[in-house]
C-alpha cells in the first residue's frame, strides 16, 4: 500500500485536467497524495485558462468553471513565494524557463518530487536529483 506521497503540482497537470475529465482528475483527487504547488501555479493555471482559445476549447459556463476550479483543486494546497524563497536562488539557475523555478524551489524547500509533464523538467531532475513524475507514471504507482 502506497504511503501519502507529497508531490508538487506543475501548472500543466492543472491545465489538462479542465480540457477532460481523465486520469488527471483521478490523480488530483486521490487521497493516497498530498499535493502542493505555490501560489504561481494556480495564477499561471488560471492565466492559461482564461484565454479565449482555452475557454472556447472547455466550453463550460463561468459559474461551472469555477464550481470545476473549487472541486480539482480543493486538495492542493498552496504556498506563497515567503515560504520557499531560500531555494528560489538556486532553482532560478536550474530552471530552463523562469516560471518553472518555483516548483523546483518549493520541490527542494520540501524534499518532494514535482509532477509535471513537461519535458523541460527531466532537465532539472538532472542537475538537481529532483524527482519527476509523469501522469502515466503517477497512474502505475498508484495502480489505478
Given at each position: 500500500?502506497?504511503?501519502?506521497?507529497?508531490?508538487?503540482?506543475?501548472?500543466?497537470?492543472?491545465?489538462?485536467?479542465?480540457?477532460?475529465?481523465?486520469?488527471?482528475?483521478?490523480?488530483?483527487?486521490d487521497?493516497?497524495?498530498?499535493?502542493?504547488?505555490?501560489?504561481?501555479?494556480?495564477?499561471?493555471?488560471?492565466?492559461?485558462?482564461?484565454?479565449?482559445?482555452?475557454?472556447?476549447r472547455?466550453?463550460?459556463?463561468?459559474a461551472?468553471?469555477?464550481?470545476?476550479?473549487?472541486?480539482?483543486?480543493?486538495?492542493?494546497?498552496t504556498?506563497?513565494e515567503?515560504?520557499?524563497?531560500?531555494?528560489?536562488?538556486?532553482?532560478?539557475?536550474?530552471?530552463?524557463?523562469?516560471?518553472?523555478?518555483?516548483?523546483?524551489?518549493?520541490?527542494?524547500?520540501?524534499?518532494?518530487?514535482?509532477?509535471?509533464?513537461?519535458?523541460?523538467f527531466?532537465?532539472?531532475?538532472?542537475?538537481?536529483?529532483?524527482?519527476?513524475?509523469?501522469?502515466?507514471?503517477?497512474?502505475?504507482?498508484?495502480?489505478?
Amino acid at each position: 500500500m502506497l504511503r501519502l506521497l507529497r508531490l508538487v503540482v506543475d501548472a500543466n497537470v492543472l491545465v489538462s485536467a479542465f480540457l477532460k475529465d481523465s486520469l488527471t482528475r483521478r490523480i488530483l483527487l486521490d487521497e493516497r497524495l498530498n499535493l502542493i504547488t505555490p501560489e504561481h501555479g494556480f495564477i499561471e493555471t488560471r492565466r492559461v485558462l482564461h484565454r479565449p482559445k482555452m475557454l472556447k476549447r472547455i466550453g463550460l459556463e463561468p459559474a461551472v468553471f469555477e464550481e470545476l476550479w473549487a472541486f480539482l483543486t480543493s486538495r492542493i494546497q498552496t504556498f506563497p513565494e515567503t515560504d520557499y524563497q531560500k531555494s528560489l536562488g538556486e532553482s532560478i539557475h536550474l530552471a530552463v524557463h523562469p516560471e518553472d523555478a518555483p516548483y523546483i524551489a518549493l520541490a527542494i524547500k520540501f524534499q518532494c518530487p514535482i509532477w509535471t509533464n513537461d519535458p523541460d523538467f527531466q532537465i532539472h531532475a538532472v542537475k538537481k536529483s529532483l524527482q519527476i513524475y509523469k501522469t502515466h507514471e503517477l497512474r502505475e504507482k498508484l495502480q489505478l
